[in-house]
């Protein structure tokens, strides 16, 4: 009588003997081919046909070699022989060999792709035969892909923090954006569209890889109806493709342009800062008809966000420097921008051997001003008369308030002293002319005083030490006129 252990075995030997091992292999997930002495395919089980794309009996007497002729690499070639052959068996990785069989299988989209895949060459003992095991790795291999692209993301997007947060200049920021965009995405371009100050139109700011003659067509777009996939985004707020421009009807003006460039497609994720204010459009121009996958979606969307930072930090840095340099109630150079400006115009002038001029303007009657209707009136007329004296300028010229009534103005070149009387007969008039706040008129004179370099002095210090006595000569002569370091003002 048997054991209950030899029961089992038993039950278990009857149950192995009335399998079919055939059906067996076709069930399986994963590839099976049994080859003879001469590298012949003897049996392949169903996985194999389909992912060659052929039915099983034209696959039967015939070798690898023959069915994919000059497509097996030399290491695959020579492991089947050798497994055949002499009856060495081996493990070809992927990791060691990224081209093996070339088989096919469809994406989820219904797309042909690669089949990545390791293979085991195996001699069977007990025939003459060959067992070759081919596994899909695809997804294990997509997984170490998508790794390793996270990884490079993150390497180049520390790069760019980086570069932003040691004060490296705007541009190249931007620029290295767009190549972080090019490496991650081959074959591709990338440009970086900011919004113009009308917040109407889009202009190109860096665009490292793409020539001028395509930057020079997309200054400008327009963001009104029917604009290219860049004023799109803007609108919608959103990632908008167009994965091939030809077809584009928005694209069909550049349709030249986009031939000359080698462009077939683009991706526009739109830059948007903080309190959802849009900035401008990160623009990403595949050479070949596209949609992005997710992956690029992603990437797109951290190198937008890194740019809105770019943009915001560029942003506050301008306003400090400017707050710092300028005169906060007229919106005029400081002190510290005069002085820039004036040693840069010196620098100039010594080299070119050029004339120019500086002007000390005080205000007469300003306290009277103050004193009688307050300091918001005074900052009121203030506000409007640096205006009026930056209307009598050229654009070359600096007009610079350095103190409460006291003006600076710098004529970047002069060629006579009648044309330095010009614009000092101009500001008198323009500063003397009454000024209409509510039922009030308020109204001062000028006193300028002016220096000409080289004639009165060489240096900042010394031309403003003499425009400054210019200007108490003109004080004292009367006010509302002008006075020359060298005697050769006039009385209005």
Same mark, same amino acid.
């Given at each position: 009588? =048997?054991?209950?252990?030899?029961?089992?075995?038993?039950?278990?030997?009857?149950?192995?003997?009335?399998?079919?091992?055939?059906?067996?292999?076709?069930?399986?997930?994963?590839?099976?081919?049994?080859?003879?002495?001469?590298?012949?395919?003897?049996? &392949?089980?169903?996985?194999?046909?389909?992912?060659? $794309?052929?039915?099983?009996?034209?696959?039967?007497?015939?070798?690898?070699?023959? =069915?994919?002729?000059? @497509?097996?690499?030399?290491?695959?070639?020579?492991?089947?022989?050798?497994? &055949?052959?002499?009856?060495?068996?081996?493990?070809?990785?992927?990791?060691?060999?990224?081209?093996?069989?070339?088989?096919?299988?469809?994406?989820?989209?219904?797309? =042909?792709?690669?089949?990545?895949?390791?293979?085991?060459?195996?001699?069977?003992?007990?025939?003459?035969?060959?067992?070759?095991?081919?596994?899909?790795?695809?997804?294990?291999?997509?997984?170490?892909?998508?790794?390793?692209?996270?990884?490079?993301?993150?390497?180049?997007?520390?790069?760019?923090?980086?570069?932003?947060?040691?004060?490296?200049? @705007?541009?190249?920021?931007?620029?290295?954006?767009?190549?972080?965009?090019?490496?991650?995405?081959?074959? !591709?371009?990338?440009?970086?569209?900011?919004?113009?100050?009308? $917040?109407?139109?889009?202009?190109?700011?860096?665009?490292? !890889?793409?020539?001028?003659?395509?930057?020079?067509?997309?200054?400008?777009?327009?963001?009104?109806?029917?604009?290219?996939? &860049?004023?799109?985004?803007?609108?919608?707020?959103?990632?908008?493709?167009?994965?091939?421009?030809?077809?584009?009807?928005?694209?069909?003006?550049?349709?030249?342009?986009?031939?000359?460039?080698?462009?077939?497609?683009?991706?526009?994720?739109?830059?948007?800062?903080?309190?959802?204010?849009?900035?401008?459009?990160?623009?990403?121009?595949?050479?070949?008809?596209?949609?992005?996958?997710?992956?690029?979606?992603?990437?797109?969307?951290?190198?937008?966000?890194?740019?809105?930072?770019?943009?915001?930090?560029?942003?506050?840095?301008?306003?400090?420097? *400017?707050?710092?340099?300028?005169?906060?109630?007229?919106?005029?150079?400081?002190?510290?921008?005069?002085?820039?400006?004036?040693?840069?115009?010196?620098?100039?002038?010594?080299?070119?051997?050029?004339?120019?001029?500086?002007? *000390?303007?005080?205000?007469?009657?300003?306290?009277?001003?103050?004193?009688?209707?307050?300091?918001?009136? /005074?900052?009121?007329?203030?506000?409007? =008369?640096? $205006?009026?004296?930056?209307?009598?300028?050229?654009?070359?010229?600096? &007009?610079?308030?350095? /103190? $409460?009534?006291?003006?600076?103005?710098?004529?970047?070149?002069?060629?006579?002293?009648?044309?330095?009387?010009?614009?000092?007969?101009?500001?008198?008039?323009? @500063? !003397?002319?009454?000024?209409?706040?509510?039922?009030?008129?308020?109204?001062?004179?000028?006193?300028?005083?002016?220096?000409?370099?080289?004639?009165?002095?060489? !240096?900042?210090?010394?031309?403003?030490?003499?425009?400054?006595?210019? @200007?108490?000569?003109?004080?004292?002569?009367?006010?509302?006129?002008?006075?020359?370091?060298?005697?050769?003002?006039?009385?209005?």
């Amino acid at each position: 009588m =048997l054991n209950s252990s030899d029961a089992i075995a038993t039950s278990l030997d009857d149950i192995l003997d009335n399998i079919d091992c055939t059906e067996l292999l076709h069930s399986l997930d994963g590839g099976v081919l049994l080859l003879d002495r001469q590298c012949r395919i003897v049996f &392949c089980n169903r996985w194999i046909a389909q992912h060659i $794309g052929l039915p099983e009996k034209d696959l039967l007497g015939r070798t690898l070699a023959q =069915l994919f002729p000059g @497509m097996l690499t030399p290491a695959l070639q020579s492991a089947i022989e050798d497994a &055949c052959l002499n009856r060495m068996g081996r493990l070809l990785s992927y990791q060691l060999h990224k081209r093996l069989l070339p088989l096919k299988q469809r994406t989820a989209k219904g797309e =042909l792709g690669a089949l990545h895949q390791s293979i085991l060459l195996r001699p069977l003992t007990q025939s003459e035969l060959t067992l070759v095991q081919v596994q899909d790795i695809t997804n294990a291999v997509k997984r170490e892909q998508h790794l390793r692209a996270s990884e490079r993301v993150l390497r180049l997007e520390r790069k760019v923090l980086e570069s932003i947060a040691t004060g490296d200049n @705007m541009e190249d920021v931007l620029a290295e954006i767009c190549y972080t965009i090019e490496r991650l995405i081959p074959n !591709s371009n990338s440009a970086i569209l900011l919004l113009n100050e009308d $917040g109407k139109s889009l202009s190109v700011r860096s665009a490292p !890889s793409l020539p001028a003659q395509f930057l020079h067509r997309q200054r400008g777009l327009s963001m009104g109806p029917g604009g290219t996939t &860049c004023i799109q985004s803007i609108q919608h707020r959103a990632l908008v493709v167009s994965p091939n421009l030809m077809e584009d009807e928005a694209w069909q003006p550049l349709i030249e342009e986009i031939k000359r460039t080698n462009i077939s497609a683009c991706w526009a994720q739109p830059i948007i800062a903080a309190y959802e204010e849009p900035l401008g459009v990160l623009a990403c121009y595949p050479q070949q008809p596209a949609q992005p996958n997710e992956t690029d979606k992603l990437l797109l969307q951290r190198m937008s966000n890194l740019a809105a930072i770019t943009l915001e930090r560029h942003k506050r840095i301008e306003r400090i420097r *400017f707050l710092a340099m300028h005169d906060p109630l007229t919106g005029l150079p400081n002190r510290s921008l005069l002085n820039e400006l004036l040693g840069r115009n010196l620098r100039r002038a010594c080299r070119e051997g050029n004339k120019f001029a500086l002007m *000390f303007i005080d205000l007469d009657g300003f306290k009277e001003i103050n004193d009688q209707h307050g300091h918001d009136a /005074g900052d009121d007329l203030l506000s409007i =008369l640096s $205006g009026r004296m930056t209307d009598q300028l050229r654009g070359t010229d600096t &007009c610079a308030r350095i /103190g $409460g009534d006291e003006f600076v103005v710098m004529l970047e070149t002069v060629q006579s002293v009648q044309a330095i009387e010009s614009v000092a007969q101009k500001i008198l008039t323009a @500063m !003397s002319t009454p000024v209409q706040r509510g039922q009030m008129q308020l109204q001062v004179s000028a006193s300028i005083g002016v220096a000409i370099y080289p004639e009165d002095g060489m !240096s900042a210090d010394a031309l403003l030490t003499q425009a400054d006595d210019a @200007m108490y000569k003109a004080k004292s002569a009367g006010k509302n006129c002008w006075q020359s370091a060298s005697d050769l003002g006039s009385e209005q």
